[in-house]
């Protein structure tokens, strides 16, 4: 451990200089603007990952963007670590909200600021540096593999298929991944599961052209109008969402697992006051840490037709459209429910409009093992590197590989994340604390020192 601290406090300034220079690339994967910059963003973490002593490393081609691989294999008869994490970001936008630019890391009150300084890329570059520290003080324990791909803001399409063809070169004895959030410093905390996502986009088409509103208004459905009812009544008074067939594979969790996962921490005052909202929202019956993590969820994220420029314009829009995700556990699958959806959508549409639902990509919900060697060993770690044992949480995002790396690999993931759930990840002003960074630094290289003394 001293020799961890002394490592990481010897290069502080150069670590995050470079983790500056990772985050100053606009990786947009989402945006085809941002291409260029997208493929000399997996170029740096080639050469980084060279640099800090990786072999075989090479930007691996896909139909979309590339996969940065690399390896070092010390003695085939010790167990491997695959780290897997994601250099593109989410689009900026809106940019006139960040206080400062978003591809500008700046810090302040000890925080780094910049799109993507917690998702993914501050926490996939700790890996990297941790990596470097076990080089360069010849303490690597273990074999490691590293997997940064550039797609997972777009939902892994490629990923999926390399991860098939690759199977031979991507043996390993677990996932390693830091790409979720933690309570606090003060409260470590290992997520156990991430909820899937099925994704759809609707169109809703009233007249066949915008009419004006005062000649045919009254007399025609507006289809933003039907819309807006159609979404509404997807939640009944206890906020269930109302499509049949949605909670059928829902797996209710035991009340000892229920008791067990209320007792982190956590302040609903100071959650609420962080939000600037007057009450918490929610299914009745369940606990917000049980909405978040354990229960499926149906969210609007964007709801647009008609007119929406300046000022007003007198119109009866020809339609509206909206983008819906649904937040998934186990054992739901998305394709089921997007089938489920769809059929619902379609069968409470009034005749008064026309319909279409298209599926956008989605991913399976996961819970991961508490009693293997690999969990154990990252609770070892983190009970050092922090001094105190960390809280087993439910996390409410998605990492849709990580399903994938079960069924095709059959390897299971530790969720090892060092962000906050108040990081604004896809938000203004993402940040990642300075202190979380060197945190997480200190404690990879532990995890991967029990998880060899564990498996011998
Ligand atoms: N790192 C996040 C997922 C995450 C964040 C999990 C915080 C747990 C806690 C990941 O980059 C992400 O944003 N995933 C997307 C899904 C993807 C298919 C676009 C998500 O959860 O919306
Ligand atoms: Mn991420
Ligand atoms: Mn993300």
Redesign the pocket.
């Known amino acids: 451990m001293q020799e961890i601290r002394k490592y990481v406090s010897d290069n502080k300034q150069r670590f995050l200089d470079e983790l500056f220079e990772l985050l100053r690339f606009p990786s947009v994967s989402a945006d085809p603007k941002f291409k260029e910059d997208v493929l000399k963003t997996a170029e740096f973490v080639a050469e980084k990952l060279k640099a800090a002593g990786a072999d075989k490393v090479e930007i691996c081609p896909t139909a979309g963007y590339p996969i940065v691989y690399g390896e070092k294999t010390i003695d085939k008869s010790l167990p491997t670590v695959l780290v897997y994490g994601?250099y593109d970001v989410?689009p900026a936008d809106p940019l006139e909200l960040w206080k400062t630019p978003p591809f500008e890391p700046t810090i302040r009150d000890e925080k780094i600021y910049a799109r993507g300084a917690c998702?993914?890329k501050g926490q996939f570059y700790m890996h990297v540096k941790a990596f470097e520290l076990m080089m360069e003080t010849n303490t690597l324990p273990c074999n490691i593999k590293f997997m940064i791909e550039g797609e997972?803001?777009?939902?892994?399409a490629n990923l999926g298929i390399f991860v098939a063809e690759n199977k031979e070169r991507l043996k390993a004895d677990v996932v390693l991944i830091s790409?979720?959030?933690m309570i606090s410093l003060e409260h470590p905390s290992l997520?156990t599961g991430?909820?899937g996502?099925s994704?759809v986009e609707v169109e809703v088409t009233g007249p066949n052209r915008d009419l004006h509103s005062g000649v045919y208004g009254g007399a025609v459905a507006n289809p933003a109008t039907i819309l807006a009812k159609l979404i509404a009544s997807m939640h009944d008074e206890n906020n269930h969402i109302t499509i049949p067939g949605f909670y059928d594979k829902v797996i209710e969790l035991s009340a000892k697992e229920r008791e067990d996962l209320n007792k982190a921490p956590f302040e609903e005052n100071e959650y609420k006051q962080d939000l600037e909202i007057g009450e918490l929202w929610g299914e009745k019956g369940y606990t917000t840490l049980e909405r978040t993590g354990t229960r499926p969820t149906l969210e609007v994220n964007g709801i647009w037709g008609g007119y929406i420029g300046e000022g007003a314009k007198t119109v009866l829009p020809s339609k509206a459209f909206a983008k819906i995700?649904m937040r998934l556990v186990p054992d739901q699958n998305s394709y089921e429910i997007t089938r489920l959806f769809q059929t619902h959508f379609e069968s409470i549409a009034p005749k008064s409009v026309k319909v279409k639902v298209s599926p956008h990509?989605g991913?399976e919900p996961v819970v991961t093992p508490t009693d293997s060697i690999a969990y154990k060993a990252a609770q070892k770690a983190i009970s050092q590197a922090f001094g105190k044992e960390p809280i087993p949480t439910r996390?409410?995002?998605?990492?849709?590989i990580v399903a994938l790396f079960e069924k095709e690999l059959g390897i299971k993931t530790v969720?090892m994340?060092f962000?906050l759930?108040s990081d604004n990840?896809?938000s203004p002003n993402e940040k990642f604390d300075i202190a979380n960074f060197y945190k997480g630094i200190e404690t990879i290289p532990l995890f991967h020192r029990y998880f060899a003394e564990l498996s011998r």
């Open positions: 994601h989410q998702d993914d997972e803001e777009v939902g892994s790409d979720t959030s997520e991430l909820r996502l994704y995700s990509h991913g996390g409410g995002g998605s990492i849709p969720l994340g962000g759930d990840l896809h």
